[in-house]
């Protein structure tokens, strides 16, 4: 990219966000004046489009609400204007992480082009602070698309990610700017896919300048799957000949291409790769590397530690917040760190209203039980320019692709503005709670507290690598259980039977944990309306087993989130059935005074 290209983009950037009310007033106009005669605000505004009679009378919803819409709009009523008139080129396919099932949402090449911009954006501020990389090496990027779906309709659903890859205009790039080549991105077997494309980033290690994935947690698998694997890596590597469990025949091919037999280069990763500690391994395994591409806020901050351990000081950059429900905001400041940073709006790609959160963020106030879904019904929404900060609010989207007041179910806080729009933060999401009696934790307390008694286990030369909630009922009174996983920080890798862990310093975890919950969770503690607080450490692989299962039910990979609560039974069985050890905190937690 040019100088004068992103400057002139990273100037559009500052033109928005300086006329964010006149731009949100005009896309609003045009959404409603567009899609009035529409069946669905037909029966709302009955032709009107003004902005008031709108918010009067046009109901704020979720995906349940619009679902019936829409599954006729797939079950072959696309020509029909039920939700908007643009003609839908398909479906954008959730991951279903989240909130349960895959959710279909609309597609049109307008909200394709939107979609494709916020990339541009990125790359212009990426360029901005760390030059042209194209222009000097490669991108070692773990990518895996999905099938798509094809609907009644003929339409096809797919992730955005798999769109994207789909794209003559990323095909045409991936070679030069790409260490992994398309048929692995295709690959059916996530397995088969995720240790070729290491393969051939190790191969292209001196060309490799920026490594990522979409979210923290798959480039951390990328790392640990190395850590597991490194031996027969460097064996394909040094023989020129890839292992015989590769069976896919795009794979294959794809490394009858690339693979030599190079046994210097072999030795040399062995000798990396043998030594005792794997801190700084990135930079070790790919010297040139600038930094890592991956969004590490909202639930992936979790993985933030670990994946510092292994990256040795090399930025992680989130640089922007997007879902299947629309390009939403961009991170124009990508060297934060990723506890700092904050979101600037987009404000010319959707709509906005936010919902205010009675209670203002604070993990320990008494407020926090009213954080549910019945809070919202007298509450006015404020629009984008009139959000307040410091205030927590839910977002609400109205986009040219059919979604009217949709809530997205993602909480922010805000945190200030750039020019005239917002800045935020993820705080969690709405749907995202833990509670056994009357009481709510939501997923930014849940984060706070594994924050804060993860803490602990550093004396001990361990690292909390992944964790996940659930509030056990089976036994009254009702308790939090809390899965952990834990590794050592050097050394043994395969501490599967729990001997190694001190049991005093985990029942101070659990402590700990309860200690840094909200006022109503401590006062029920108190009471004995809830049970001690449960730490159940799982061995080691247990979550590759969950993230096993939520790909075979249709999530992406590329999009996989592990979830801070656990609602599937079966997800929780995964878990249970692969505990080594259980601590239980063995003090009711810390009362305010």
Known sequence: MATNDYESVLKMLEEITTNARQIQEQLLGEILSKNAETEYLQGFLH??????LFKKNVPIVTYDHIKPYIDRIANGKASSDILLVEPLIGFSLSSGTSGGQPKLIPITAESANVTAA????????????????????????????????????????????????????????LPKLYTSPYETIFCPDTKQSTYCQLLFGLI?????????????????????????????????IKTGKISDWITDSGCRKAASLILKPNPKLADLLEDICSCKSWEGIVRKLWPKTKYIGTVCTGAMLQFTAELEFYCGGLPLV??????????????????????????????????????????????DSQNQVQLNTSRHKDTETVDLVNVKPGQCYEILVTSPTGLYRYRVGDIIKVTGFHNNTPQFQLVGRQNVALGVDMERTSEADILKAVAEAKALLDPLGLILTEYTSYGDTSSTPGHYVI???IKPKEGNNNNDNGKELDPKVMEECCSK???????????????????????????QGAFEALLDYFVSNGASL?????????????ALNILDSRVIAKFFSPRTPIQDN
């Open 47 to 52: 032709g009107q489009t003004d902005k008031q």
């Open 118 to 173: 916020l990339g541009n954006l990125h790359l212009s501020l990426m360029v901005k602070h760390f030059g042209d990389l194209s222009q000097v090496g490669k991108r070692m990027e773990l990518l895996f698309a999905k099938p798509d779906v094809e609907t009644p309709s003929g339409l096809k659903a797919s992730a955005v990610t798999t769109r994207a890859f789909k794209e003559s205009s990323f095909q045409a790039i």
């Open 204 to 236: 292209q290690r001196d060309e490799v300048v920026v490594i990522g994935s979409i979210f923290a947690a798959t480039v951390l698998r990328g790392i640990k799957f190395i850590e597991n694997n490194w031996r027969e890596l460097c064996s394909n």
């Open 318 to 363: 989130s640089g922007f917040y997007a879902c299947s429900e629309g390009a939403i905001a961009i991170n124009i400041e990508p060297l934060s760190k990723p506890s700092d940073v904050s979101y600037t709006i987009l404000p010319n790609t959707v709509y906005y209203e936010f919902l205010p959160i009675k209670e203002d963020c604070v993990t």
């Open 483 to 485: 899965f952990w996983e």
């Open 513 to 539: 944990m309860e200690d840094s919950l909200h006022f109503t969770y401590r006062m029920y503690r108190k009471e004995n309306i809830i049970a001690a607080l449960e730490i159940r450490v799982v061995k």
């Open 558 to 570: 590329s999009q996989y989130k592990t979830p801070i609560c656990i609602k599937s039974k079966e």
